[in-house]
């Protein structure tokens, strides 16, 4: 079993940056790929970016392509998101993930899940 806890979140302007820490905990940790989504009321649940545990490669989503960067310390057993150019669109609640597999294809093969933690982008 692994526990995932974010924090990070908080308001910003846009334009400015965030960074969302991930942190894991539990049996063997560091053998999950970790990904980010992120949640509106409303609009569901959107995959942001995830790095893989077998070979730290990150796969993202083109609408955070460029702007969001993840990446992980498996010594500490933390994943990060850093989020530039922020925009009033990636107002949401994050969410970070976990999967045994090195390449999940869906949100339905991530077994472990954070509680969140709100981003607010407003001037």
């Known amino acids: 079993q692994v526990q995932l806890v974010e924090s990070g979140g908080g308001l910003v302007q846009p334009g400015g940056s965030l960074r969302l820490s991930c942190a894991a905990s539990?049996?063997?940790?560091?053998?999950?790929?970790i990904a980010w989504f992120r949640h509106v009321p409303g609009k569901g649940r959107e995959f942001l970016a995830y790095i893989s545990y077998r070979d730290g490669r990150a796969t993202y989503a083109d609408s955070v392509r460029g702007r969001f960067t993840i990446s992980r310390n498996n010594v500490e057993n933390v994943a990060y998101l850093q989020m530039n150019s922020l925009k009033t669109e990636d107002t949401a609640a994050y969410y970070c993930a976990g999967s045994g597999r090195s390449r999940p294809s869906d949100s339905s093969q991530y077994s472990f899940w954070g509680q969140g933690t709100q981003v607010t982008v407003s001037s």
């Open positions: 539990g049996r063997d940790a560091r053998l999950y790929t």
